[in-house]
């Protein structure tokens, strides 16, 4: 049998779709790893707000559990009715002074005193007075002191003003 040779057009035809078959195949081979790496991305995403749920709930307990020994301390003295005006107010101090401490070692500072310079950044003034003995724009009064923790304020300070 004699060999019978391939038209010219249809040799480019041929070459043509092994062309277009092998980059069919790269392109699926590219569609398979975006395909993956989405897939990826997407876990990844999903266990980094798992893990900042963790540790937003694990921070929380932290902080309840140095609060909780205060806790136990005012249900102490809530059910010691019969200790003298005194004693209760010495159990009351030692309580106020033990959440101080628990305060500082979360590192929470308190501001915001008498005769402190007015910071709107920092304070919230709700009141003005006006007031010989202290300068302009001094805290005159606190209402309720301000707490940050590093250069983060968690609450401002409630205050009177003079001479603003």
């Given amino acids: 049998m004699k060999k019978e040779k391939k038209k010219p057009e249809a040799v480019e035809e041929e ?11 790269e392109l699926d081979e590219k569609n398979e790893q975006f395909l993956r790496l989405c897939a990826e991305y997407d876990n990844f995403r999903k266990r980094s707000t798992k893990e900042k749920q963790d540790i937003y709930s694990s921070s929380q307990a932290e902080v309840i559990k140095e609060l909780l020994p205060v806790l136990d301390n005012f249900d102490r003295a809530a ?14 101090d030692l309580i106020f002074n033990q959440f101080g401490e628990i305060l500082k070692k979360l590192k929470v500072e308190s ?16 009141m003005t007075v006006e007031d010989d003995e202290l300068g302009e724009n001094v805290i005159a ?24």
């Fill in 111 to 126: 501001f915001g005193e008498r005769g402190d310079e007015f910071d709107p950044n920092i304070h919230n003034a709700v």
């Fill in 79 to 92: 059910s010691n009715k019969d200790c003298s005006f005194e004693d209760y107010q010495k159990g009351i």
């Fill in 15 to 25: 070459a043509v779709e092994t062309a277009e078959s092998k980059l069919q195949k």
């Fill in 141 to 164: 009064t606190v209402f309720s002191k301000g707490y940050k923790m590093g250069d983060r304020i968690i609450r401002e300070a409630v205050v009177q003003v003079a001479n603003s």
